[in-house]
C-alpha cells in the first residue's frame, strides 16, 4: 500500500521537530510520576538527567504532545513538592536553634517521612501527615495534652479499597513513629484523585528513513521536471 505523499512544505519542519522538556530539576520520584501520569493518558515522554543538578531529572515530549502533557500533569496536580525529610531539615549546621525550633523542625520532619513512606504504596499519588505533639512542659509534667494525628492520602479510584482497608494500619505505622501517640488518636481521610484521560488511540507516525527517502524523491521528480521544461523552452530532444 503506497504511502501518503506529504506536502514539501511541512517536510522541513518535520525534519527539525525534536522533543520538548516539560519539566526539570525533578528529582526521580517526581519524574516517575510524571511518565506514569503521561504514560497511563498516551502520550510518549522520556526522561534524562538534568545537566545542571546532580540527582535531577527532565521529562520531555513531542512538541505536538505538550499541550496535552500540561493537560493531564494538570489535572493530576503533578509534579507535587517532596516534604522534607530528616536529612532537608537537619543536613546543613546553622545556628544553634531554641529548644521549641528544635521541636518543630524535629515534627516537621518526621511528618514528611511518614508522608513519604504512604507515597511509596501502590495507589497512592501523594500524602500528608500532620502530627500534634506537645512537648513536655518540665514545671508541669502531668499536664500534657495529649498527642494526636492526622492523615490525609490521596489516591486513584481504583485504589480508593485497597487504601480503606489499610486505615487502621496507617494509624498504626504512624502512631508507632511518634512517642506516646495511640493509634485511636491518628484520624486517616482518603480522597480519589481525578480520572485520568484513557489513552489516546495511536496516531500514524512517519518514520525518519521514509522522510528521508521522500525528500529525495521529491527532489529528483522536481529536478528531472526543470530540466524537461527546460529542454522544452530550448526546443533541445
Request: hydrophobic share 45%.
Amino acid at each position: 500500500m503506497p504511502r501518503p505523499f506529504l506536502p514539501l512544505a511541512l517536510l522541513p519542519f518535520l525534519a527539525a521537530c525534536g522533543d520538548e522538556v516539560l519539566l526539570h530539576r525533578l528529582d526521580e520520584p517526581q519524574a516517575n510520576q510524571v511518565l506514569v501520569a503521561l504514560g497511563e493518558a498516551g502520550l510518549p515522554a522520556r526522561k534524562e538527567r538534568d545537566g545542571g543538578e546532580e540527582g535531577t531529572f527532565t521529562v520531555a515530549v513531542p512538541p505536538s504532545e505538550a499541550a496535552a502533557a500540561r493537560s493531564v500533569l494538570s489535572a493530576r496536580d503533578l509534579p507535587r513538592a517532596r516534604s522534607p525529610g530528616f536529612t532537608e531539615l537537619f543536613g546543613s549546621a546553622g545556628l544553634v536553634p531554641t529548644p521549641f525550633e528544635e521541636q518543630a523542625r524535629y515534627l516537621h520532619a518526621l511528618s514528611g517521612e511518614l508522608a513519604r513512606t504512604l507515597e511509596s504504596l501502590d495507589g497512592v499519588l501523594g500524602a500528608r501527615v500532620h502530627l500534634a505533639l506537645p512537648a513536655p512542659d518540665p514545671l508541669r509534667p502531668d499536664a500534657r495534652r495529649t498527642p494526636r494525628a492526622s492523615i490525609l492520602v490521596k489516591c486513584r479510584p481504583d485504589a480508593r479499597g485497597r487504601i480503606d482497608a489499610q486505615a487502621d494500619g496507617l494509624r498504626r505505622m504512624v502512631a508507632g513513629a511518634a512517642e506516646g501517640l495511640d493509634p485511636a488518636s491518628v484520624s486517616v481521610l482518603v480522597s480519589e484523585a481525578a480520572p485520568s484521560p484513557g489513552p489516546r488511540a495511536a496516531e500514524p507516525r512517519v518514520s525518519r528513513g521514509w522522510l528521508a527517502g521522500s525528500m529525495l524523491a521529491f527532489a529528483a521528480v522536481l529536478g528531472a521536471g526543470a530540466l524537461a521544461l527546460g529542454r522544452r523552452r530550448t526546443g533541445g530532444p
